[in-house]
């Protein structure tokens, strides 16, 4: 199957910080992207997403980049908060008979106080 | 009503037990999926139904029996399972179809199951 993988699997960030999680992937096909939040015992929350034909996009205290000539994407979270701890994945739908969704590994976000 | 919804929370089951998970959406999706997932992993693809009829079956043993009764809900019948099969089982919806642009997928809460 298709690889949407994460570099860093733990990020320990002081509450006020920026934090940075990365996402690589190697279908070059791929042309939508989307950042989901996980908290413990919860399912995935949708973040924000972006469309191969865009390189950046924003929302609220979060921006997630694309580059799609090295095929890696980002998330950004601007003053991070204690609530903003979590796994975060980054997923991706392979376009073989349907769209099925690929998850990354998850990096596990820790916000110290 | 963005919310999936999913039934019962917690499961425990024997390996010689048949039950079945439940996954209710009244937001007008015409896709729906089963995910699983294991401790500090990633959720894997299980099923895709699109427009009630299913799509894609990632290789998942006859054991794990999906069916979608109407646009809203789908099931997944479980039978035989082993304690391995234990894990949290996530339904999810999306506005599309399972081809072309479906657009985010919404997650239910789970159902975490124990096999014993």
């Known amino acids: 199957g298709e690889s949407v993988g994460l570099h860093l699997p733990t990020l320990s960030v002081q509450e006020g910080d920026n934090s940075i999680i990365n996402c690589a992937y190697s279908?070059?096909?791929?042309?939508?992207f989307i950042w989901y939040k996980q908290e413990s015992g919860k399912g995935p929350q949708f973040i924000i997403d972006?469309?191969?034909?865009?390189d950046k996009r924003q929302g609220q205290r979060v921006t997630v980049l694309l580059n799609k000539t090295v095929k890696h994407l980002s998330l950004q979270i601007a003053a991070t908060q204690p609530g903003d701890s979590a796994v975060y994945f980054c997923?991706?739908?392979?376009?073989?008979?349907?769209?099925?969704?690929?998850f990354g590994t998850g990096t596990s976000l820790t916000v110290i106080p | 009503d963005t919310e999936v919804t999913q039934t019962p929370k917690h499961l425990v089951m024997g390996m010689t037990n048949k039950k079945s998970l439940k996954c209710e959406q009244h937001?007008?999706?015409?896709?729906m999926y089963w995910y699983k997932q294991k401790a500090k992993k990633p959720p894997e693809l299980m099923f895709v139904?699109?427009?009630?009829?299913?799509?894609i079956n990632e290789s998942v043993p006859s054991r794990f029996s999906p069916e979608c009764p109407n646009s809203s809900l789908l099931n997944l019948h479980l039978h035989a399972l082993q304690p391995e099969d234990s894990a949290l089982y996530l339904c999810?919806?999306?506005?599309?179809?399972?081809?072309?642009?479906?657009?985010?997928?919404?997650f239910g809460e789970g159902s975490r199951l124990t096999v014993l």
């Open positions: 999810a919806s999306s506005q599309g179809g399972a081809s072309g642009n479906t657009g985010e997928l919404f």
């Open positions: 279908n070059s096909a791929s042309d939508y």
């Open positions: 972006i469309r191969s034909n865009m």
């Open positions: 997923a991706a739908p392979y376009r073989r008979t349907g769209n099925q969704f690929y």
């Open positions: 937001m007008g999706h015409r896709a």
């Open positions: 139904y699109s427009y009630e009829k299913l799509s």
